[in-house]
């Protein structure tokens, strides 16, 4: 006869799949920024619960439900300015403040504005949640020409 009191063992394997990973974008330091948390269930399941939260530290700070993605799913932050941000998760996009934190609506078409600047994406690296800055892009300098070949 098998002991009751290891039961619980058996079951700990299922409660391993479960994870809540969190990965910070700083806007201006770690008082002001977006995080992203990505909550997963059982082993099994194939897709992640995922949320933003905004905060710019003391004033306001609030986590925002977004929609259920699958787990490699990567989420893109775009700056189209005001402290507004847009974030691209797969075929959805929403927009979230950190003025007042409150703010948040999911975007039906991207912007009349466009999306403004990427800022970077978070995504999984192996086991990891992180926020992969995108490359800085530079205008290039006033009245200096672009690289061009000379005519013959």
């Not at 999306?115 to 949640?129: A, Q, V, Y």
Request: proline share 9%.
């Amino acid at each position: 006869m098998f002991p009751l009191r290891f039961v619980p063992l058996l079951l700990l394997p299922l409660l391993a799949g479960c994870s809540d990973l969190r990965a910070s974008f700083e806007i201006k330091g770690s008082a002001h920024a977006l995080s992203l948390i990505r909550i997963t269930g059982m082993p099994w399941e194939k897709t992640a619960k995922y949320s933003i939260v905004a905060a710019r530290m003391p004033d306001c700070m609030r986590r925002h439900a977004m929609s259920e993605a699958g787990l490699s799913a990567k989420v893109e932050v775009y700056a189209p300015g005001n402290d507004a941000w847009i974030l691209r998760q797969d075929g959805s996009m929403y927009v979230v403040e950190t003025r007042t934190c409150e703010g948040f609506a999911k975007l039906d078409a991207v912007p009349e504005g466009g999306l403004g600047p990427l800022m970077g994406s978070f995504e999984m690296r192996g086991d990891t949640l992180v926020f992969a800055a995108a490359p800085k892009v530079e205008p290039p300098a006033a009245g200096i020409p672009s690289a061009s070949p000379e005519p013959k």
